[in-house]
């Protein structure tokens, strides 16, 4: 269920019951049942304020509305395979009726039943045959989201089509993946999903999908994709929370927060703590895959887990995409 408020004009409000005005307006919206009216007033000539309470579990899932988030097609040994799907609506939706299906021959072939889990509204849920080896993996940040299946399509390592479909074989969303589509920085794509960038770009576009980051285990099942790329508008740039750290567990300035925040999702990044003398004394990420956001934290501690001296160090971050191009900056911090 779910609460609606309006303002409606409908043609001739002396002539309209009440009922025909609530089922006039929410018709201009879409056909759901009226379960309540809670308000309705005449609040000028021709203009009437309608709330009401709408019956959303009979709402039709439509093409664009469950959109497929992320897959792993090719896991660690004999691991499972996983599909997340994420729902783009304001409302929650039923998966009863919705299936996986096997893609075949250029024709759906067999459909994979999901039992009847309701996703929330702009949530995700994650779907398996071996719900233990996902947790073993891969950091499942919400449980009661990965959802166990007794049966999938075989999703191949070099390519295949992952698509979801109603019972009456509507196509809700399609994926054609490789394994090209993985990062190039790569060694190996074994036990590395591939993550959707945009929900506001069409899913078959090959930009729109890479490699999970590393600094995020390789996959994000049921949390918000690593590679999310909603923050385009954020100018690439590395931040520190502080000039200013004291490591000495008192609750203050205890941290130094590196946060960054990328708008290309082929980003491979060291860095490197320095003395003022140019030692290195802590290497905090050594040509790790980035996501679009994150923060990489140092605790004041060198490579050997003793306390660096008071004074000033250097943060040396260095950034390479996949066609080798570098890019290197500096930032200071003070230990005291």
Wanted: with cysteine; charged share 20%.
């Amino acid at each position: 269920m779910k609460k609606y408020s309006y303002l409606c004009s409908p043609e001739s409000v002396s002539q309209r019951s009440r009922r025909d005005i609530m089922l006039l307006t929410l018709g201009k919206i879409r056909n759901l049942p009226l379960l309540a009216v809670l308000t309705f007033a005449v609040v000028a000539p021709r203009v009437v304020w309608a709330q009401f309470v709408v019956d959303t579990s009979e709402i039709s899932i439509a093409k664009g509305s469950l959109l497929i988030s992320e897959i792993l097609f090719n896991p660690e040994g004999d691991g499972a395979d996983y599909v997340e799907l994420y729902n783009a609506t304001s409302d929650s939706i039923s998966l009863q009726g919705v299936n996986l299906v096997r893609w075949t021959d250029g024709a759906l072939h067999r459909f994979h039943a999901l039992p009847a889990h309701s996703v929330p509204p702009y949530d995700y849920v994650c779907l398996t045959t071996d719900a233990a080896d996902v947790r073993a993996h891969f950091t499942v940040r919400h449980p009661d989201k990965l959802v166990e299946l007794p049966s999938m399509p075989p999703y191949y390592n070099t390519s295949g089509t992952v698509i979801v479909a109603l019972d009456d074989s509507t196509i809700i969303d399609r994926f054609d993946y490789t394994e090209t589509m993985h990062s190039p920085m790569l060694r190996s794509v074994e036990g590395v999903s591939l993550e959707r960038r945009s929900f506001f770009i069409e899913t078959q576009q090959p930009s729109n999908w890479s490699s999970a980051a590393s600094t995020a285990g390789y996959g994000t099942p049921t949390a918000r994709n690593s590679q999310s790329a909603e923050f385009l508008y954020v100018t690439d740039d590395f931040t520190l929370n502080t000039d200013l750290i004291s490591p000495d567990n008192d609750g203050y300035n205890d941290w130094l927060d590196i946060t960054y925040r990328l708008s290309d999702s082929h980003l491979h990044a060291s860095i490197i703590i320095y003395d003022i003398t140019g030692h290195a004394v802590r290497h905090l990420m050594s040509n790790a895959l980035l996501g679009t956001e994150g923060t990489v934290s140092w605790d004041g501690l060198d490579d050997r887990g003793h306390r660096c001296p008071r004074g000033s160090y250097v943060v040396l971050i260095d950034v390479c995409d996949a066609n080798g191009r570098c890019q290197r900056s500096k930032r200071s911090v003070n230990v005291y």
